[in-house]
């Protein structure tokens, strides 16, 4: 028989979908499918498990109206991003906030698919509040108008840092080719 990890005189109930340990059902909160144990790291799973989907069907923009279609990486987020406008709606709180533009500064900018797609993943491991504007004119207008990469200015000098050892590429020939 499984004992709780805290409370090795109870019984387990279930164990915890984050660490993976037996805990009774006191020191378990309840997610969709999995529960969570008060780890502060598992409860961050549990808050995105929670929050994951949330966003259903189309949204509207609160800036300029417009009917939006988030992607599966803004819904599970709660952040979508409208081309319409170039407006940032967090749709976590209620009702929907439009984010600040102040409080961002512009990181980078890129022509290249595989640089755009390495930053994102590196900005959205290391939990960095951030948005790209003129991805998506990549595809129609390519080496015309770059993605521009804008980050919390609290979070600048971390993500400097973050992307210091990154050789960017220039044009899709990447800058780490010998001659």
Do not use: W
């Amino acid at each position: 028989m499984k004992t709780c990890t805290h409370h090795p005189d109870r019984k387990g109930f279930s164990i915890c979908h984050g660490c993976g340990k037996d805990y009774c059902q006191e020191c378990l909160d309840e997610g969709r499918e999995f529960y969570y144990c008060k780890n502060p790291e598992c409860q961050k799973l549990l808050k995105k498990q929670l929050f994951a989907g949330s966003l259903q069907g189309n949204v509207v923009c609160p800036n300029c109206e417009s009917d939006l279609e988030p992607s599966d990486k803004e819904r599970f987020s709660g952040k979508v991003h409208c081309p319409e406008c170039e407006a940032l709606i967090d749709y976590r709180v209620t009702p929907p906030g439009i984010f600040n533009r102040d409080h961002f500064v512009e990181l980078l900018t890129s022509l290249n698919q595989g640089d755009i797609g390495l930053v994102k993943s590196i900005l959205e491991n290391a939990g960095v509040e951030y948005y790209v504007l003129g991805e998506n004119f990549l595809s129609v207008e390519p080496l015309i108008q770059p993605a521009r990469f804008y980050v919390s200015q609290k979070q600048f000098e971390e993500v400097k840092e973050l992307l210091k050892s990154y050789r960017f590429s220039n044009l899709g020939v990447s800058s780490n080719q010998s001659k």
